[in-house]
């Protein structure tokens, strides 16, 4: 059975660090591509990071330099990070983990809230 769940999120300071996790369960997902996407309040759902099976990243230029993704392959879930460095209040959003050219159901999101 494919499941996304995301962890991780909280409140912290403008300049501080959170590390968001994502279990992605299910055989398919070592496999593919994955991807961060992050939802503001009243904006729509946005890319944020990719990372390929091989491990490849790519970054939202917006991110670059303080976002870092990672993943762990296993045979039946891979395991999604994103160290999250100085944070500002433009990434307080609701971040998702999903595959992006295999779109499945997605998880609840893990809230990240910046602010002083």
């Known amino acids: 059975q494919v499941q996304l769940v995301e962890s991780g999120g909280g409140l912290v300071q403008p300049g501080g660090s959170l590390r968001l996790v994502c279990a992605a369960s299910?055989?398919?997902?070592?496999?593919?591509?994955m991807a961060w996407y992050r939802q503001a309040p009243g904006k729509q759902r946005e890319w944020v990071s990719t990372?390929?099976?091989?491990?490849?990243?790519?970054?939202k230029d917006s991110v670059k330099g303080r976002f870092t993704i990672s993943r762990d392959n296993a045979k039946n879930t891979v395991t999604l990070y994103l160290q999250m460095n100085s944070l500002n209040v433009e990434d307080t959003a609701v971040y998702y983990c999903n595959v992006p050219n295999a779109l499945q159901a997605w998880g609840n999101g893990t809230l990240v809230t910046v602010s002083s």
């Open positions: 299910g055989t398919m997902f070592r496999f593919h591509t």
């Open positions: 990372i390929s099976r091989t491990s490849s990243p790519n970054y």
